[in-house]
């Protein structure tokens, strides 16, 4: 059932300052759907602003090359939104140092996002978990504005339904999907700018660190699950940066025969990132187990151990999960 946004329409028309915000390590469905509501805001005459709670990747960097629009968050610059709207996450362990704020914010906010996992972080929770992408969610919420899609706007959108699908290769992608990136290509979106810039760009730094990961590939549950993992010092051997690991998980997904994919990531202020993905297992409820979340087939979590106890104690719970 499409969702209602009109308690949405009518914060955003009493508010004039809102702050768009997304999830740490900010992707491009969650940037995506910053960037073409920012956007719509400004056509009706808003003063919206944007911000991300952590670095810029360098493969987006393209999407603001003069960081014109998005801004890097810190609470003292801050001081004159009226109203804030978190997109593309749910949940309090996605938001980093921002989340500390908002819990002490006095604000109106509104949640949208289509992951399964959410927590309560009061305000609106406009959630739908049959969106292929949060992209989606932000195109009904300009239409429903009645605000127009530019070009811009349009490229964004595109941007962040394509990469949520896979470019269109993922089981989220249906009719509906073609049906509104036709309607984006015709309103100006380019998707092969956007794949170029996105798929086409890579630095060697990583493809050298992709080298690293392909080489301890290795797999478990006579083949069912296939694992890599980066330390910390491949980034100082490769020169790569930790945004380099975006898309690793891909690899081992690829393993003929896998159901189930892991990328086990050594994090600077300890602990381990693991992405999960599965063919047709509920990753969401393994992420779960270890405090993180998503959705069915692709999840994240950080799980607070050193990367070998982390992989291993992660391991027994994906052939756990495989076995039931």
């Known amino acids: 059932m499409p969702l209602d946004w009109s308690p949405l329409v009518d914060l955003l028309r009493r508010h004039e300052r809102p702050l768009l915000m997304t999830h740490i390590r900010p992707d491009a469905d969650g940037m995506g759907a910053q960037l073409a509501l920012y956007d719509a805001l400004v056509a009706l005459g808003r003063k919206p602003r944007v911000a991300i709670a952590s670095k810029l990747l360098p493969r987006y960097e393209f999407l603001d090359p003069q960081r014109r629009v998005i801004e890097d968050f810190k609470p003292a610059t801050f001081t004159d939104r009226d109203c804030v709207v978190v997109l593309d996450t749910g949940t309090w362990n996605q938001l980093g140092d921002f989340g500390d704020w908002l819990k002490k914010?006095?604000?109106?906010?509104?949640?949208?996002?289509?992951?399964?996992?959410?927590?309560?972080?009061?305000?609106?929770?406009?959630?739908?978990?049959?969106?292929?992408?949060?992209?989606?969610?932000?195109?009904?919420?300009?239409?429903?504005?009645?605000?127009?899609?530019?070009p811009q706007a349009a490229h964004h959108l595109f941007m962040a339904i394509a990469t949520d699908t896979g470019w269109f290769r993922h089981p989220n992608a249906t009719p509906a999907t073609f049906t509104l990136c036709g309607e984006l290509v015709a309103a100006g979106a380019n998707p092969t700018v956007l794949y170029e810039q996105l798929y086409e760009a890579a630095t060697l730094a990583r493809f050298k660190l992709t080298a690293v990961a392909l080489e301890r590939l290795a797999v478990r549950a006579n083949g069912k699950i296939a694992f890599t993992e980066i330390a910390l010092g491949d980034y100082e051997k490769t020169g790569a940066v930790p945004g380099d690991t975006e898309d690793l998980?891909?690899?081992?997904?690829?393993?003929?025969?896998?159901?189930?994919?892991?990328?086990?990531?050594?994090?600077?202020?300890?602990?381990?990132?693991?992405?999960?993905?599965?063919?047709?297992?509920?990753?969401?409820?393994?992420?779960?187990?270890?405090g993180g979340g998503g959705h069915k087939l692709a999840s994240g979590a950080r799980v607070n151990r050193p990367l070998a106890e982390a992989r291993e104690t992660v391991l027994a719970a994906a052939i756990a999960l495989l076995e039931q």
Do not use: W
Not at 115 to 135: F, K, N
Not at 276 to 290: I, N
């Open 249 to 290: 998980i891909n690899y081992p997904r690829g393993v003929e025969g896998v159901d189930l994919a892991l990328v086990f990531i050594e994090q600077p202020g300890g602990g381990t990132k693991v992405s999960f993905r599965s063919r047709a297992a509920d990753v969401s409820k393994l992420a779960e187990q270890f």
């Open 105 to 150: 914010s006095p604000l109106p906010r509104a949640v949208v996002d289509h992951h399964r996992t959410q927590d309560d972080l009061g305000g609106l929770q406009l959630v739908d978990i049959t969106a292929e992408a949060t992209g989606r969610l932000a195109y009904e919420i300009i239409r429903a504005l009645g605000a127009p899609i530019s």
